[in-house]
Nanobody, 113 residues
């Protein structure tokens, strides 16, 4: 079992930044760690993924604004979001793959125009 706890969401004006954190209940060095988001009325979409400490991929449309990173020593993965836009408004979920998929509870990000 893996528990994931996200934090860092909130309300921000367009153009602002937020950093989301996801801390796992076990070490993450051997887990793929991902961020998804789900906007109202839309399907959940993969935003970023990190297969290991040397791997970081961002959804093409978000490249240049979002960055995923991980600190294996802290069992934590981050999503740095810059130049936020109203269309980035969504619930952001942390996901870990370790035999099966594990999900965090989600953190709300609201970007006002």
């Amino acid at each position: 079992q893996v528990q994931l706890v996200e934090s860092g969401g909130g309300l921000v004006q367009a153009g602002g930044s937020l950093r989301l954190s996801c801390t796992a209940s076990r070490r993450i060095f051997d887990m793929a760690m991902n961020w998804y988001r789900q906007a109202p009325g839309k399907q959940r979409e993969l935003v970023a993924r990190s297969l290991n400490a040397d791997s970081a991929e961002i959804l093409d449309s978000l490249k240049g604004r979002f960055t995923i990173s991980r600190d294996n020593a802290k069992n934590t993965v981050y999503l740095q979001m810059n130049s936020l836009k109203p269309e980035d408004t969504a619930v952001y979920y942390c996901n870990a793959l370790f035999g099966r998929a594990y999900w965090g509870q989600g953190t709300q990000v609201t970007v006002s125009s």
